[in-house]
């Protein structure tokens, strides 16, 4: 064994090891900075111990240490030997430990810090769209931010609540309440406008925070409004084709998972689904929104011009029946629905019935046509205007016409020809073409709450009901209806049942056109065209002359029918409904539009209220289908003053007959069961007691100073019996009594 | 012939270590796709976003009824109107 006396704290190290470690240390001093750096702690103890005097420097010292570390050296191998153990020992445990965690209970584990670690992230897809058959949007749902609070983080409720009522604009105390419930996510406002929004930023408040929401817009406000609908605060459709449509375009949820960092950070590590996969299907629509447009004004004129209580009108393409426009008043804003009532947002389009009154002829003369009833050509007796049937009389109001030809009496509307037509047919056989047309049941349009008119069963009809029917009273039906009846006539003779929805968007950008519906053959084709014609002789030369269209054949044909008081339960005598429906160009025509106004009150013949609006509706599809079309120059605009002073007709003045005033005794038993009526129609003969039930105090008072008579009232409200009699001879001076009734009672 | 245990440890820890570090590479960069997608399903949705706010605008500003009322202060008449 080499020994030394050298003190240098390497030598030192040297000693203190057997002769393995010398050579140990030598290959690694050899083998440079590894060695090295193991030995320096060592060295820089020993260096302390000689500072501290510990290791002796001389020759005796340093025998003892080596006489020493021979005698320790088993022990220091027991103690390596412990320690190597000792590592050995806390190596396995950690190894099984490691082996539990990761292979026995790796499951528990894993679960335990992906939950930690997992964030999910909620994709909503947004309502899909409704556009109009050019690709215009109606409704879009755009995103908008919506004001919420976390209660837990509003240090001072109270405070909060006074900066952010006037921004926010809602009720200060309301608010504070809202801010110091103990829920942890509280709505403030939602769904706020970009201005508020950027206020409530820069107010900075604690807890309170912004979130998106989507909100759906109507991008032409009152546009097309009752047939688009509209949907709640949470996106379900509540009216029109939103409603029906609202499984189809209400957007899915998707939840996706993602790991969240240590920011808070989503990390997708999944993927993320396409968009357009959560996004509603959207709608096209066969609108146009052009026509739409010039449909609304047009009819909002004339229901202004009129003072009518509500309007209708439709404009259905004359080949394939899809509705190209659709409007009704009076109209809301969906956007705003706070300011709108039930009644407005009714669309009367689809939910309204009336009686139809002149424009269901055509539907009686086809019949005969088809039946071999009667030609175009054949002459009827029009009784000068009154005609006694069945223990009633029906009267041409305002004229009274000798022989007439089917045509000619369409022409000038003569209610007792249609009657005579009606007759002839019998009920069976009338029913059955009223079927034919459609006018028994739902059109089947997309459209919600859409109603199938009223006929009784035929084998309840009188004489006089049968009579009444011919000329469209005794019979009720959707405006829709009636549009559909009319676009038989103008496809030569095939019904198609209306529509509106023309495809769906099965994916973003690609669109699925609906399927076509079935068609049926309905008239001949030489019954559509010699009704036509005859449709083309009332503008031209019968009550619809209003509804010309200079350059353009138009076919058309008026309706006037009185409605029922629902208090009396009988016909008033002063409510009355408008109608004009038609189509053209009538050689080839390509729309067919009806325009309904209820109760007007400037005049009550269709061909004056309702053909002008009938003539601008049909100028625009036809603009819009490239059309170069000229406004008449003898008839101004409906709604101007020009217009009003030449075309205001008062009530009760001469013009096309007015069906109901035939009904004046022929108001038929049948349409009272039907209807429920049980009085007859006042009479309005000179010499007789008039009619009285169904009137006001004050127009009881005017017609008892006209007589000559005393009025007795008993009860408020409307008149629903009185004595005398009405139709009895009149006594000047004498007392007439009248019970009312107010008329919700 | 005797080896080096050296290179025998080396030779089992290299690929171990290859399998660790590759193991650990994967990772990072699944989670550097994962914010990459987080940020571009962010983008899309702004884009879809500013891409229906523009429909609607555009959809808007053609509405007929605005059309109408600015062909009337320019004195504009429907096309046909002055015929006949």
Redesign the interface.
């Known amino acids: 064994m080499a020994r030394t006396t050298n003190m240098d704290p390497d030598s030192v190290g040297v000693r203190l090891g057997n002769a393995a470690d010398v050579k140990a240390s030598r290959r690694s001093r050899t083998k440079g900075g590894v060695g090295k750096k193991r030995e320096a702690p060592v060295k820089r103890r020993l260096q302390a111990q000689i500072r501290r005097g510990t290791v002796a420097k001389t020759k005796s010292s340093t025998k003892r240490t080596e006489s020493r570390t021979r005698t320790d050296a088993p022990a220091i191998r027991f103690r390596q030997l412990v320690l190597v153990l000792a590592l050995a020992v806390v190596a396995c445990v950690l190894v099984a430990r490691s082996a539990q965690l990761q292979l026995m209970d790796r499951s528990r584990f894993e679960g335990a810090a992906l939950a930690q670690a997992r964030h999910v992230v909620e994709l909503r897809g947004?309502r899909g769209p409704i556009v109009d058959r050019h690709g215009?949007?109606?409704a879009?749902?755009?995103?908008v931010e919506t004001v919420v609070a976390d209660p837990a983080q509003v240090k001072d409720p109270d405070a909060s609540a006074r900066r952010l009522a006037p921004i926010l604009r809602v009720d200060r105390s309301k608010l504070a309440k809202k801010l110091s419930s103990g829920r942890r996510f509280v709505y403030l406002r939602r769904r706020v406008s970009p201005r508020i929004a950027t206020s409530i930023r820069a107010a900075s408040e604690p807890g309170v925070f912004m979130i998106s929401e989507p909100k759906r817009?109507y991008?032409?406000?009152r546009?097309a409004a009752h047939l688009l609908g509209f949907s709640n605060i949470d996106g379900a459709g509540r009216a029109g084709l939103e409603r029906r449509y609202d499984a189809a375009l209400r957007g899915r949820h998707a939840r996706l998972d993602?790991?969240r960092?240590g920011r808070g950070?989503?990390?997708?590590?999944d993927?993320?689904e396409a968009?357009q996969d959560l996004d509603g299907r959207g709608l096209r629509l066969s609108l146009d929104?052009?026509v739409q447009?010039?449909t609304e004004?047009a009819l909002a004129k004339a229901v202004r011009w009129q003072r009518a209580r509500s309007g209708v009108a439709i404009v259905l393409d004359a080949q394939t029946s899809e509705v190209v426009a659709m409007a009704s008043q009076p109209d809301f804003n969906p956007n705003d629905l706070g300011d709108s009532t039930a009644s407005e947002r009714r669309n009367r389009a689809v939910e309204m019935v009336y009686e139809p009154g002149s424009t269901f002829k055509i539907v009686t003369v086809a019949a005969a046509l088809e039946e071999g009833v009667a030609s175009p050509e054949r002459r009827l007796d029009c009784e000068s205007g009154k005609w006694r049937f069945g223990g009633r009389t029906i009267r041409d109001a305002d004229h009274a016409y000798g022989d007439l030809t089917v045509a000619e009496s369409l022409s000038v509307s003569s209610n007792i020809c249609a009657a005579k037509l009606g007759i002839e047919l019998g009920r069976d056989r009338l029913h059955r073409w009223i079927q034919r047309f459609g006018l028994t049941r739902a059109t089947g349009i997309e459209l919600p709450a859409e109603a199938r008119g009223l006929l009784r069963s035929p084998r309840s009809w009188r004489d006089i009901a049968l009579a009444n029917i011919s000329f469209g009273q005794g019979i009720a039906v959707t405006p829709l209806q009636m549009a559909q009846a009319l676009n038989v006539i103008a496809a030569g003779g095939i019904r198609r049942a209306p529509r509106i929805v023309a495809a769906t968007e099965l994916e973003q950008g690609h669109w699925v056109e609906a399927p076509k519906l079935r068609s049926e053959r309905v008239l001949r084709p030489e019954t559509a065209t010699a009704l036509t014609r005859m449709m083309v002789g009332v503008v031209e030369e019968g009550t619809g002359q209003q509804a010309a269209i200079?350059?353009f054949q138009v076919a058309g044909k008026t309706g006037t029918a009185q409605k029922i008081d629902p208090l009396t339960r009988a016909y008033s005598r002063e409510d009355y409904v408008a109608s004009f429906g038609g189509f053209g160009p009538a050689e080839a025509p390509e729309f067919t539009v009806l325009v309904v106004l209820d109760e007007p009150q400037g005049s009550i013949y269709g061909g004056i209220a309702a053909a002008p609006a009938f003539r601008q509706i049909l100028s625009a599809a036809l603009?819009a289908r490239g059309h170069?079309?000229?406004?008449?120059?003898t008839a101004p605009a409906p709604g101007t003053e020009a217009s009003a002073r030449t075309q205001l007709v008062p009530k009760g003045a001469p013009g096309e007959a007015p069906e109901a005033r035939g009904l004046e005794f022929a108001l038929s038993d049948q349409a009272k069961a039907m209807l429920g009526l049980n009085e007859s129609l006042p009479s309005s003969d000179p010499g007789v007691v008039p009619g009285l039930v169904g009137l006001g105090a004050h127009e009881v008072l005017e017609r008892c100073e006209k007589a000559g008579c005393v009025p007795i009232f008993v009860g408020t409200g409307r008149v629903v019996e009185q004595t005398p009699a009405s139709g009895t001879a009149m006594v000047p001076g004498a007392t007439w009594q009248v019970r009312m009734k107010p008329r919700f009672d | 012939m005797r080896q080096d245990p050296l290179i025998w440890a080396l030779a089992i820890a290299a690929p171990l270590v290859a399998v660790g570090l590759f193991h650990a590479w994967t990772h990072v960069q699944t989670l550097r796709l994962g914010y990459e997608l987080s940020d571009a399903v962010e983008k899309r949705e702004v884009l879809e976003e500013q891409n229906r706010a523009l429909r609607m605008e555009r959809s808007t500003l053609r509405a007929p009824e605005r059309l109408e009322r600015l062909g009337r202060e320019m004195k504009l008449a429907p096309p046909g109107s002055e015929a006949h």
């Open positions: 947004r215009a949007e109606l879009m749902s755009l995103d817009f991008g032409g406000n546009l993602g790991l960092d950070n989503a990390v997708l590590v993927g993320a968009a929104r052009t447009h010039d004004v200079p350059g603009r170069v079309v000229s406004e008449p120059k």
